[in-house]
């Protein structure tokens, strides 16, 4: 279902989207919803309906209760919710309508974003789909998201706009095979669509149209990249601080200062504009302390990155430095768990911490609740199933992955790691052939998994 222009929909539609826009001109909020709405259950592929649904939707709900707290309110719990999440596995088109009818009265709801931006995209909508998931980053900036968000700007023509998310994210995450791959992939296809190879294959350009003008090409990059991005991060600060000496309150001022000083590396100024946010709104917020969290550590990532490794107290320094970073992201994910106990992402994450500090029994216990969450519910299942390994527990290990890869229809990576270690801890329980099944499932798609193709090859030479 390919998104719509004003002129590809029906004139009578048309003149309803005009009457939304003049209903919004006369802040009629309530009536533009109206309007709007039932041109978008006609017309869901009608983008700039969409965002001008949103604009109402936003412009409606105002500043009240506080911006954080507006952005990450209590809906998660909401029964539209279950309806759309049920929709989204037949009816993308469904999916999205339950998603708007949330937005209508909370429309910084990020698990709707979330929702609407997963139906868009199985219904082929990009650029709605990037319309959420950008309001979604802005607020909670976590890995999911702005891979989704790069994915969908790749989708929707343009993936420049994606290559710089995904380039951002790839910094944060440098281990990260699936970031890199779909970097990778965003990127040829940006070079191939701006080399003008996509027209020579489907048969509308010429390698000398590929070739035309390649000096001034290459003359135009050098120039983009004569602006330098620290200047630019200066020039952005200096108009942020000159502003927000007018509008101490103005809590997207605070929170933009709070990234740059972040890109400059000075941590402790973000940390302090995050902290005045905080102040300034009178209550906790989970989405801002888990950024403060993350500012946090990348401070610490910054005094390790500085080190001197040819000094000779180097391995000291690091070790100090890298406990001290576990020490806190342990404790300061506790606190947020105890503060938000039905968060369920935050239990996740704290299970996460427990597992890679060795804690198997504090982890079991954050990872089952966190299970609860259908976003993380395999992967919390994974986890309980190493730590259950881990602890020697090989039974409810196996039992706890064959739950799991029930849960998967799709042979894709994290259910090739679901049979993975559900092979191993057979091994370990001495069910040799039951491993060894489970390895073959892997070998016939994908030889090169692991260490697969030399247990599943030793297997026959023993026969």
Known sequence: MPEKSLTAIPRPLREQYEKGLAAMQRQNFDYAIAILGQVLQKEPAFYAGREALRAAQVKRAGNKGGFFKKMFGTASSSPLLAKGQIALRS???????????????????????????????????????????????????????????????????????????????????????????????????????????????????????????????????????????????????????????????????????????????????????????????????????????????????????????????????????????????LEECRKRAERYPNDLQIRFELGELYFKTGKFTEAISEFQKAQNNPHKRVPAMSYLGQCFARRAMNDLAARTLQNAIKEKPAFDDEKKELIYLLGCTLEKMGKKEEAIEQFKLIYETDIGYKDVAAKVEAYYAGQ
Do not use: C, W
């Not at 789909?129 to 950008?134: G, M, R, V, W």
């Open 91 to 329: 009816n993308p088109v469904e999916a999205i309508n339950v998603a708007e009818q949330i937005l209508n009265s909370d429309p910084n709801n990020i698990t709707a974003h979330k929702l609407l931006a997963d139906a868009a995209l199985a219904a082929d909508l990009p650029r709605t789909a990037a319309l959420s998931l950008e309001i979604a980053f802005k607020n909670s900036p976590d890995r999911e998201v702005a891979l989704k968000l790069g994915q969908a700007f790749a989708r929707a023509g343009l993936p420049e706009r994606g290559e710089n998310i995904l380039s951002e994210l790839a910094q944060t995450f440098p281990n990260d095979p699936e970031i890199a791959k779909v970097l990778k992939n965003i990127s040829a296809k940006r070079t191939m669509s701006e080399g003008g190879y996509e027209a020579l294959e489907d048969g509308s350009g010429s390698y000398r149209d590929i070739l035309k003008d390649k000096q001034e090409a290459v003359a135009l990059e050098q120039e983009k990249r004569a602006v330098k991005t620290e200047d630019v991060a200066d020039h952005l600060l200096a108009e942020n601080e000159a502003r927000i000496a007018q509008e101490p309150g103005n809590l997207r001022l605070l929170r933009s200062a709070a990234e740059l000083y972040t890109q400059k590396k000075q941590f402790d100024k973000a940390l302090e504009y995050y902290q005045r946010i905080i102040a300034s709104e009178g209550a906790a917020d989970p989405s801002l302390e888990r950024v403060i969290a993350e500012t946090t550590v990348k401070k610490f990532e910054h005094a390790l990155f500085q080190l001197d490794p040819s000094t000779p107290d180097y391995g000291e320094q690091s070790a100090r430095i890298q406990a001290e970073r576990q020490a806190y992201e």
